[in-house]
């Protein structure tokens, strides 16, 4: 068999949920969340790295799925931009995107949300310049990022607000074990 037809079984954690595929050694994150799982809220814009709408969460941090191979996130916990909601509410960066009108056409969105999720856990009362600096690594088209700067600025109102409980794409980012304990997976 050559390398180019060998597939590999990989379990992820996606979404809180355990999932399996067959891959090619070459097969992309991205590739593999939509075509594989299914999950196409991960939308793949310029295939380079370049404009971040393929971004999602490995293990709590933002990467790019169309950078990513598949085989390389065996055994670790993804969340995509349909992860980010809990018990069907919109997560608060979802919900101020919304009121805040951080969205234009929405392609980009996906990953400017999971960007956005994953700096306000690091970041939860950030200036102007640093929410212009965490999302320089995503491109918009549509908008002139004032809006979605807006809307990063009142996610954190939104979590200041909440009680603290565990966020989408956190739970080995917290006790940085590489198992979440919940589910008791391992790597």
């Given at each position: 068999?050559s390398?180019a ?10 979404n ?12 992309l994150?991205?590739d593999?969340l939509?075509h ?6 991960t939308?793949?814009g310029?295939e380079h790295g370049v404009c ?9 941090e ?6 990513t ?6 055994g670790?916990?993804i969340?995509?931009?349909?992860g980010?909601?809990r018990?069907?509410?919109p997560?608060?960066v979802q919900r ?8 234009q056409?929405?392609?980009?969105t996906?990953?400017f949300?999971?960007?956005a ?14 929410v212009?600096?965490?999302?320089s690594?995503?491109l ?6 004032q ?6 600025h009142?996610a954190?109102?939104i979590q ?9 794409g956190?739970?080995?980012a ?5 198992d ?7 790597p």
């Amino acid at each position: 068999m050559s390398d180019a037809t060998t597939r590999y079984a990989i379990t992820l954690v996606v979404n809180g949920v355990v999932r399996e595929a067959e891959v090619p050694a070459r097969r992309l994150l991205s590739d593999c969340l939509r075509h594989d799982l299914g999950l196409t809220g991960t939308h793949v814009g310029c295939e380079h790295g370049v404009c971040g709408a393929c971004t999602v969460l490995l293990d709590g941090e933002p990467v790019r799925s169309c950078l990513t191979f598949a085989v390389t996130v065996d055994g670790h916990e993804i969340t995509t931009v349909e992860g980010l909601a809990r018990d069907g509410e919109p997560s608060p960066v979802q919900r101020a995107f919304t009121e805040c009108h951080g969205l234009q056409c929405g392609f980009c969105t996906p990953g400017f949300l999971c960007t956005a999720t994953a700096f306000l856990r690091e970041n939860p009362t950030p200036t102007d310049e640093e929410v212009l600096e965490a999302v320089s690594g995503n491109l918009c088209r549509c908008t002139g990022y004032q809006n979605i700067v807006k809307a990063v600025h009142r996610a954190a109102e939104i979590q200041a607000e909440l009680p603290t409980e565990p966020q989408p794409g956190l739970l080995r980012a917290e006790n940085g074990s590489g198992d979440s304990g919940e589910r008791g997976n391992t790597p």
